[in-house]
């Protein structure tokens, strides 16, 4: 499993931009990232990064409120219905999808972030399924 990054921003211009800043200039490259507006004045924002304790310790130290979790990085079969190799074992096993995103720059490669109600249950499952699930080692893909 992967680590994700979770927190509030503001919803107006620039503050995406900010985040961004903050990690190029502290040489973390963001892998993965989900934004959605929770209401006209906010956004939820997930990231996953190649460097998940550096990251946390520099957003904490710009005043953001952050939450670590685990969540799945799972290869996808790039045709169509190929979504259904990780989605249809995970129904099957009762297993709730909360999110999903792509990763960035993953070349001829789909690689998801799941999010998922039971993480390790999500993971075995998956694993007995044949799909293949990434670790640590996506942070230098």
Same mark, same amino acid.
């Given at each position: 499993?992967?680590?994700?990054? =979770?927190f509030r921003l503001k919803n107006v211009p620039g503050m995406l931009s900010k985040v961004s800043s903050l990690m190029g200039e502290e040489k973390? /490259?963001?892998?993965?990232? =989900?934004?959605a507006e929770m209401d006209q004045e906010e956004t939820i924002v997930r990231i996953v $990064?190649? /460097?998940?304790?550096? +990251? $946390?310790?520099?957003?904490? %130290?710009?005043?953001y409120d952050i939450e670590l979790s685990s969540v799945i990085a799972a290869e996808a079969p790039h045709h169509p219905g190929g979504l259904n190799a990780i989605l249809k074992p995970l129904k099957e +096993?009762?297993? /709730?999808? %909360?999110?999903?995103?792509?990763? @960035?720059g993953t070349g001829d490669k789909t690689i998801l972030i799941v999010?998922?109600?039971? =993480?390790?249950?999500?993971?075995? &499952? @998956?694993?007995? /399924?044949? &799909?293949h699930l990434w670790g640590e080692e996506l942070y230098s893909f």
């Open positions: 499993m992967v680590k994700r990054i =979770s973390v /490259n963001i892998i993965a990232f =989900s934004v $990064v190649d /460097n998940p304790e550096k +990251a $946390v310790n520099v957003l904490k %130290s710009h005043g +096993a009762h297993v /709730n999808v %909360s999110n999903m995103y792509p990763c @960035l999010e998922v109600d039971n =993480s390790q249950e999500g993971e075995r &499952v @998956l694993e007995a /399924n044949w &799909v």
